[in-house]
């Protein structure tokens, strides 16, 4: 077992979770969070398979997440 953590963002139109701290893109979506939540657990077990643990940091250099809201020029 290793904790991973997940961002789980919540849009119109459902959920989108993805992991921190592994190379390359996974993605779960889903009509609700818990939705999100287990398939993008489905798709770190499937990238595990596919490419091996390695890919995997050992110690992920995230150790907190943060939100915020900054301006733009555009």
């Known amino acids: 077992m290793k904790q991973l953590?997940?961002?789980?963002e919540k849009h119109?139109?459902?959920y989108v979770a993805y992991p921190?701290?592994?190379q390359?893109?996974?993605v779960g979506q889903g009509?609700?969070?818990e939705e999100a939540l287990a398939d993008v657990k489905s798709a770190i077990r499937c990238y595990i398979e596919i490419f091996g643990s390695q890919?995997?940091?050992e110690d992920s250099p995230?150790?907190?997440v943060f939100v915020a809201e900054a301006e733009v020029a555009i």
């Open 62 to 64: 995230v150790i907190e």
């Open 5 to 8: 953590k997940i961002i789980v």
């Open 31 to 33: 009509n609700t969070y």
């Open 24 to 26: 390359g893109a996974v």
């Open 20 to 22: 921190l701290g592994i």
């Open 12 to 14: 119109s139109d459902g």
């Open 55 to 57: 890919m995997l940091e």
